[in-house]
C-alpha cells in the first residue's frame, strides 16, 4: 500500500509477462492475493498451455486455503471455481517461497500498482456491508515503527515466522509449538492457549487461557 492505494502484481517466469494493478483504496492483503490468482488463471496463455503441469505461486495461505478448494496433493491447491476453464490443463496452486526471485519480482509489481490511482470509480473490489475501512486504524497502523507495524502485519494477515505457517510453505518439518509442543504454533494458539505463556497471559489479559477460536 502506497499513497493510500492497494496494489497487486503477477510475473510469469517463462513468458517474461510482467503486469501491475491498482485496487485503489478499500482492497484487503487477501483480495489483492485472491486478484492477483485470478488475473493469472484467467489468461488465454495459461488457459491454453501444453505444460502438463502450471504452477501459480502465492505466499498468501489465507487465499490457498479458501472455501472453494477441492483438495490437496503435497501442499497443492486446486480450485475448481477460479481454474474450471483450465482445469484438463493442469492448473494448480502452490504455496510460494519468501525470497524466490519471482515472488520478489511479483511484490515489486504489486508495489508499482499501489503507487498509482485506480482506473476506475472506487471501490475496485467489493467491501462487505457494515464492514467499510476504518482510516483511523489505517493511520494508527501506518504510525507505528518498522518492527512493530512488521508483527502486526503478520498478525493481520498470517504471514509470520510461526511454525505452522513455515511448515506449510516446506520450510519447518514440525508445525507444533516449540515452547509446549502441545498444538500447531500458530497465533491463536500462542496467544489464547499456549501453557508457557499462561503466566504472562494472566498477568495481561486476567486469565490463563483466552477462549474462542480454534486451534488450527
Same mark, same amino acid.
Given at each position: 500500500? !502506497?499513497?493510500?492505494?492497494?496494489?497487486?502484481?503477477?510475473?510469469?517466469?517463462?513468458?517474461?509477462?510482467?503486469?501491475?494493478?491498482?485496487?485503489?483504496?478499500?482492497?484487503?492483503?487477501?483480495?489483492?492475493? +485472491?486478484?492477483?490468482?485470478? $488475473?493469472? %488463471?484467467?489468461? =488465454?496463455? +495459461?488457459?491454453?498451455?501444453?505444460?502438463?503441469?502450471?504452477?501459480?505461486?502465492?505466499?498468501?495461505?489465507?487465499?490457498?486455503?479458501?472455501?472453494?478448494?477441492?483438495?490437496?496433493?503435497?501442499?497443492?491447491?486446486?480450485?475448481?471455481?477460479?481454474?474450471?476453464? %483450465?482445469?484438463?490443463?493442469?492448473?494448480? @496452486?502452490?504455496?510460494?517461497?519468501?525470497?524466490?526471485? &519471482?515472488?520478489?519480482?511479483?511484490?515489486?509489481? %504489486?508495489?508499482?500498482?499501489?503507487?498509482?490511482?485506480?482506473?476506475?470509480? =472506487?471501490?475496485?473490489?467489493?467491501?462487505?456491508?457494515?464492514?467499510?475501512?476504518?482510516?483511523?486504524?489505517?493511520?494508527? @497502523?501506518?504510525? #507505528?515503527?518498522? !518492527? %512493530?507495524?512488521?508483527? $502486526?502485519?503478520?498478525? #493481520?494477515?498470517?504471514?509470520?515466522?510461526?511454525?505452522? /505457517?513455515? /511448515?506449510?510453505?516446506?520450510?519447518? &518439518?514440525?508445525?507444533?509449538?516449540?515452547?509446549?509442543?502441545?498444538?500447531?504454533?500458530? @497465533?491463536?494458539?500462542?496467544?489464547?492457549?499456549?501453557?508457557?505463556?499462561?503466566?504472562?497471559? !494472566?498477568?495481561?489479559?486476567?486469565?490463563?487461557?483466552?477462549?474462542?477460536?480454534?486451534?488450527?
Amino acid at each position: 500500500m !502506497r499513497n493510500e492505494y492497494s496494489g497487486a502484481g503477477i510475473y510469469l517466469e517463462n513468458s517474461g509477462v510482467q503486469q501491475s494493478y491498482s485496487l485503489g483504496s478499500y482492497a484487503t492483503v487477501f483480495q489483492a492475493e +485472491v486478484f492477483a490468482i485470478l $488475473m493469472v %488463471a484467467q489468461r =488465454e496463455d +495459461v488457459k491454453n498451455c501444453t505444460e502438463e503441469r502450471i504452477f501459480i505461486c502465492s505466499d498468501s495461505q489465507a487465499a490457498l486455503s479458501c472455501k472453494d478448494k477441492i483438495n490437496a496433493c503435497s501442499g497443492v491447491r486446486r480450485y475448481p471455481g477460479v481454474f474450471s476453464q %483450465a482445469e484438463e490443463g493442469g492448473v494448480c @496452486l502452490d504455496p510460494g517461497t519468501y525470497g524466490i526471485p &519471482e515472488n520478489e519480482r511479483a511484490d515489486q509489481l %504489486a508495489r508499482l500498482g499501489s503507487g498509482e490511482p485506480p482506473q476506475g470509480p =472506487e471501490p475496485i473490489l467489493g467491501i462487505l456491508r457494515g464492514n467499510g475501512p476504518d482510516m483511523s486504524k489505517t493511520v494508527w @497502523l501506518l504510525n #507505528l515503527g518498522r !518492527r %512493530a507495524l512488521n508483527q $502486526m502485519v503478520g498478525i #493481520l494477515t498470517g504471514h509470520s515466522r510461526l511454525r505452522r /505457517h513455515l /511448515h506449510l510453505m516446506g520450510i519447518e &518439518e514440525s508445525p507444533l509449538c516449540p515452547e509446549c509442543e502441545e498444538g500447531e504454533d500458530t @497465533l491463536i494458539h500462542l496467544l489464547g492457549h499456549c501453557i508457557a505463556f499462561g503466566r504472562l497471559r !494472566r498477568k495481561v489479559f486476567g486469565t490463563g487461557e483466552l477462549q474462542g477460536g480454534g486451534d488450527g
